[in-house]
């Protein structure tokens, strides 16, 4: 499948549409309908943005959503990318293995069977770190010594990783899909510590992993993303309050 490259500075930060909001007109650009803060849905722009497409970002209020999202996401979630007019496909690594067979382009995904299954299962050994952060915000009474184990296995694992295949990412040289998958849990545990310290990486035993994610944050195709621990922790604030705050970036 042909793609445009990026021609113009993409609009991430678009106001939440909300119950009541018309859906934008199909402009026969593939589009994302996204929630700025939202994780799952970062993976998906992050793929966007590593093979430099065009896109167009439609942001969603997830605690009062438009009548029309179950149109364009069968289960009311974020991300799910609009093809052509209600040709839709959700849920975050569907829609990123999809973008890697469609649009060749800097290919994320390694063409070795044992490679990507193996990165399957690092994404799958990150899932402690998901738990993590969720708890820590919401449930932070509910965090046990088996949830703070898990966790940090799941950074040693990674980082154990980084040793064994010496290279500067997961993937190589450069970012891939298992990186990006990952990666916007890491982003967001800056503003994680300041809820809880346990949250955080110690230096002591992970000082590779810390330089991994140094280097993750330096990349353009997350850099371009990058939100400050300052908005994520001020989101995370309403978050916990159930009231969170979508437009924060437009506001500051």
């Known amino acids: 499948m042909s793609s445009k490259a990026i021609t113009g500075k993409i609009n991430f930060n678009t106001k939440h549409l909300k119950r009541g909001d018309p859906l934008p007109p199909y402009n026969g650009k593939l589009r994302v309908y996204n929630m700025r803060y939202c994780p799952f849905a970062q993976r998906t722009i992050l793929a966007l943005n590593a093979k430099q497409m065009d896109y167009e970002v439609v942001n969603i209020n997830l605690m009062d959503k438009p ?16 093809i052509n007019e209600d040709v839709c496909i959700f849920e975050s690594l ?17 063409k070795d069977p044992l490679r990507k299954a193996l990165d399957k299962i690092l994404i799958e050994a990150s899932g402690p770190i998901h738990t993590m952060m ?24 990674i980082q154990n990783e980084l040793i064994n ?28 510590k300041k809820f809880d310290e346990r949250a955080g990486i110690d230096s002591s035993k992970f000082g590779l992993l810390l330089e991994y994610c140094s280097n993750m944050a330096k990349d353009p195709a997350v850099s371009d993303y990058l939100l400050p621990d300052d908005i994520l922790f001020k989101y995370f604030e309403g978050y916990k309050a159930g009231a969170p705050n979508y437009e924060l970036i437009t506001e500051e």
């Open 134 to 157: 969720f708890k820590t915000v919401k449930m932070p009474d509910s965090i046990t010594e088996d949830n703070l184990k898990a966790y940090e296995s799941s950074l040693q694992y």
């Open 165 to 192: 295949r010496k290279t500067k990412f997961l993937s190589g040289n450069e970012p891939g899909y298992v990186d990006y998958m990952i990666w916007p849990w890491f982003e967001r545990i800056g503003a994680l």
């Open 67 to 82: 009548e029309w999202l179950t149109r364009k996401s069968a289960f009311g979630k974020v991300p799910a990318i609009e």
């Open 94 to 110: 569907v829609t990123v293995e999809y973008l890697d067979e469609a649009y060749p382009q800097r290919p994320l995904l390694p």
